[in-house]
């Protein structure tokens, strides 16, 4: 199987764009935005998380990993700023070919632009891009798993609107983000219970490394935390959590 495949939207943008003759334009497209997930990738491996697969879209990647809900936010938020890091260092790379004259003017200043909007557009807090993930990681290190995840979300919606307000016009690669982003919020909101349930049911199955020990009165479900050991009355997490999985 493949690790790199393109969307089907991508192959129709390369080849429209070929025939308007804005072929320079997309490859350098393609290219920095499979840089950018190399950038993701790299994290991946240092972090000994299985990649499933990487769609590239005409817009960016899509990673598929088997990665726990349960992951150190530390390390989501590093996996998550690597791809911005890899554009980052393409300023350098091009910056030099400019100076010695291997690519022309033209060629550096439309890399400069599209490179620069691609890292705006990914540090956009809206699912599934990365300045979601940032933000989402950077709540769970003190908020419970549920109250990042709503909040993310609200913000996620919050910023999609005003993304499609700014950007109501009938390009083509506008369409294809905006109903993307539409689709992936409508999903992760079809799939609401399922994922919470499914990070219950990791801290029930795995052995999670923790750095704290929190101590809670009584069992609520709302209240588990990334990283955290819950005792709920002097209770480990695993004795409640097998009798809700139990009683559903």
Do not use: W
Not at 209 to 236: A, C, E, G, S, T
């Amino acid at each position: 199987m493949k690790l790199i495949k393109f969307d089907i939207t991508t192959y129709l943008y390369i080849i429209l764009s070929f025939l308007c003759g804005n072929y320079k334009k997309v490859l350098l497209i393609m290219f920095i935005i499979i840089f950018h997930e190399l950038g993701h990738l790299i994290l991946f491996k240092i972090f000994k998380v299985n990649v499933l697969s990487v769609k590239i879209y005409p817009f960016g990647g899509i990673i598929k990993n088997n990665k726990l809900l349960n992951f150190n936010p530390n390390k989501e938020l590093l996996i998550a700023l690597a791809g911005i890091l890899n554009q980052l260092i393409l300023y350098i790379v091009f910056f030099f070919l400019y100076n010695i004259n291997i690519i022309n003017t033209y060629t550096y200043y439309l890399f400069i632009n599209i490179n620069t909007s691609l890292i705006i557009f990914n540090l956009l807090p809206i699912y599934p891009l990365d300045g979601y993930i940032v933000i989402n990681s950077i709540l769970n290190k003190y908020l419970s798993f549920n109250k990042s995840y709503l909040f993310s979300i609200y913000v996620s919606i919050i910023s999609l609107i005003i993304f499609i307000i700014y950007n109501i016009n009938f390009k083509i690669n506008n369409i294809v983000m905006i109903s993307f982003m539409l689709y992936k919020l409508y999903d992760i909101f079809k799939n609401n219970k399922y994922i919470k349930n499914k990070f219950l049911l990791e801290r029930c199955i795995y052995e999670l490394p923790y750095n704290k020990i929190v101590y809670n009165k009584r069992f609520n479900k709302d209240l588990f935390m990334i990283n955290k050991l819950h005792y709920f009355n002097f209770i480990n997490e695993k004795k409640y959590l097998n009798n809700y999985f139990h009683k559903n």
